[in-house]
Nanobody, 123 residues
Framework: QLQASGGGLVQAGGSLRLSCAASGRTFSSYVTGWFRQAPGKEREFVAAIIWSAESSTYYAESVKGRFTISKDNAKNTVYLQMNSLKPEDTAVYYC?????????????????WGQGTLVTVSS
């Protein structure tokens, strides 16, 4: 089970950190990703991280340089640090996980999903 948290209301240019905690399983040998879905739009990929020593990461072009995905092995938690937020970042953010060793950016590749956390960026 994945539990996403950390969403909220922030002004443009501000920052938020989302968390995705896993219970009942560990993230080892998993790929964890963040997706988002804005009203009236399809779910889109944001970032992914491989739960390995190298912690390889991959980002959507729209967030590269502003968002950082990271992990805490001891807490079995993945984070998404979001800086320089823009109104177009407003969406429900979902964390997802699947077994694998590639940085999947397609939602259908992920087997486990959190409940989503709302991020609202005001202009």
């Amino acid at each position: 089970q994945l539990q996403a948290s950390g969403g909220g209301l922030v002004q443009a240019g501000g920052s938020l950190r989302l968390s995705c905690a896993a219970s009942g399983r560990t993230f080892s040998s998993y790929v964890t990703g963040w997706f988002r879905q804005a009203p009236g739009k399809e779910r889109e990929f944001v970032a992914a991280i491989i739960w390995s020593a190298e912690s390889s990461t991959y980002y959507a072009e729209s967030v590269k340089g502003r968002f950082t995905i990271s992990k805490d092995n001891a807490k079995n938690t993945v984070y998404l640090q979001m800086n320089s937020l823009k109104p177009e970042d407003t969406a429900v953010y979902y964390c997802a996980a699947t077994r694998g060793s590639d940085l999947y950016s397609t939602a259908r590749r992920y087997d486990y999903w959190g409940q989503g956390t709302l991020v609202t960026v005001s202009s």
